[in-house]
């Protein structure tokens, strides 16, 4: 049994927000006699291996370090790291450019470097959503307990005493759920960052060719069109003050007037002759 195994068995195990999990009860090693993991006496949810390098010793407590925070500080240091070397191969040939030949075989390097880092980072996300999850329901139970306490105090059914280590029991899982949550929320906003540094480095000549193209269109061919195109009015339109007239109307020709007949004529005299008697 190596120095590293009398150290760490039969100390409690807390997570890096101070909630206890177990208590350490075994080691299992490599040929080397290093440890590979480390068996953890859960309680009710039995006994758990969990991974040397999650755990670190820390007087007569072992704290838990989440895979999750692992993996996305390695991702976070390795892109930064490569982001750096980037920049300065690209300061290197900018100063000298006969250097371009043999800085392009360490360029694609780098290259393929981010893109096997892009793998890695979108199953780190998807950890990182499925844990956001996770403590989304566990802060919904954590707040259902507490409520149910407050019904069962108003009730009369618990103590002063108990209602008030309830309290303060939830209070203190509510905060350790907060503060991993902000803790995520940080490193996803940490890897958007780097994403959009490593956008703005990987593809600069896209970039100038839109805005060369955009100048060129705003200087030549918006002129162009709008030479060719009429201008729109921007004074109001003004109608002529002449007064109306019928003389300014055109001439409606008369219809024909009504012709009578001599039989009409005839029986007109015989009407009034009648009306003479």
Known sequence: MTHDDIDIIGKNVKDMYGTFMGKVIG???DIDGSIQTVGVDCGSQGLQQIQYEQLVVQGNVV???PKWRLDSQRLLRE????????????????????MKADAEIIHEK???????????????KAKLEARLAELDEQIKSAKMLL???KVQYKSNEISDTTFETVKTCSAELIEHIT??????SNV?????????EVLNITSPPQKHLQESAVSYLGNSESQKIQTILPEAPTEPVTYSAVPFTADALPTIPEPPKQVKTATSNNEDDWLARMEAQ
């Open 27 to 29: 080691t299992i090693t």
């Open 63 to 65: 704290i838990f370090i």
């Open 79 to 98: 892109k930064q790291l490569t982001l750096r070397r980037l920049k300065a191969l690209i300061d290197i040939v900018s100063e000298n450019d006969d």
């Open 110 to 124: 780098y290259k393929s470097k981010l893109a096997s880092l892009d793998e890695a980072e979108h199953q780190i």
């Open 147 to 149: 409520f149910d306490a």
């Open 179 to 184: 503060h991993e949550t902000a803790e995520i």
């Open 188 to 196: 996803k906003r940490r890897i958007a960052d780097l994403d959009a």
